[in-house]
């Protein structure tokens, strides 16, 4: 398409400004620096802060700052144990998730009851998604933690349910797939997230009670690459 008017051109937004949202954290952990070229395909890099944490950590915050917006996508958190920290043999590795950064969304916040407790010995693992760039662009995002007052009732936890083995055939216009978790414990459900890149339609989560009672949790029936909001409930779900 032809140029338009340069005279009607808007002038372009406000930057954003890169503060914490939540105020100074009690613990930055800031990720090594990644530069993102443009012959990089679009790809999933880990980056491993030089950072350890020496006794157990409460926390009841975590917020991501970006170094670049332009590049970094999304980024998912991973709080590791290694076994040989612990006497056991080496390779082993215990991971869990412990946020994850979309476009849109906000910082994580426990309630008054709940925390999640990093242990000892723990390291960091954050896995970025970034996007192809024109020019050359470097990225160094930092991770901001706010403390909690001591122990809480309730430690929390994303339980994730992804698919990995896709393979979608030409000219299918309705592509389903299902997964399943189960709960060992009493749980508490706050809120819920969807992430399906530019393929993704819909999504609904239903829950199987032990008693028989199967009800939706929650239903997207348009789902939208660029709103992935995390579903925060007014009522927790028991």
Request: charged share 25%; no cysteine; glycine share 6%.
């Amino acid at each position: 398409a032809h140029r338009g008017n340069p005279a009607l051109i808007p002038s372009p937004p406000p930057a954003l400004k890169n503060d914490w949202r939540l105020g100074e954290p009690d613990l930055v952990v800031t990720l090594p620096s990644h530069v993102v070229r443009p012959d990089d395909p679009e790809d999933y890099v880990n980056l491993y802060p030089n950072f350890r944490f020496l006794e157990d950590f409460w926390v009841d915050a975590i917020e991501w700052k970006i170094g670049n917006r332009s590049v970094l996508h999304h980024g998912t958190l991973h709080v590791q144990l290694y076994a040989e920290d612990f006497g056991g043999p080496p390779g082993d590795v215990f991971e869990d998730v412990a946020h994850t950064y979309l476009p849109a969304s906000y910082p994580k916040v426990f309630d008054d009851e709940e925390a999640l407790m990093i242990p000892r010995h723990a390291r960091l693992r954050a896995e970025i998604h970034y996007a192809p760039a024109e020019t050359a662009q470097a990225d160094q995002t930092s991770i901001g933690f706010y403390a909690a007052n001591g122990p809480r009732y309730a430690r929390s936890r994303d339980l994730t349910i992804q698919f990995k083995d896709i393979d979608i055939a030409p000219n299918t216009s309705e592509y389903v797939r299902r997964d399943r978790r189960e709960f060992s414990d009493a749980t508490v459900v706050t809120g819920f997230r969807f992430h399906m890149h530019l393929r993704g339609r819909s999504a609904r989560i239903d829950l199987h009670y032990p008693d028989g009672l199967t009800e939706t949790a929650i239903e997207v029936p348009r789902y939208d690459f660029d709103w992935q909001y995390t579903y925060l409930l007014n009522e927790p779900l028991e």
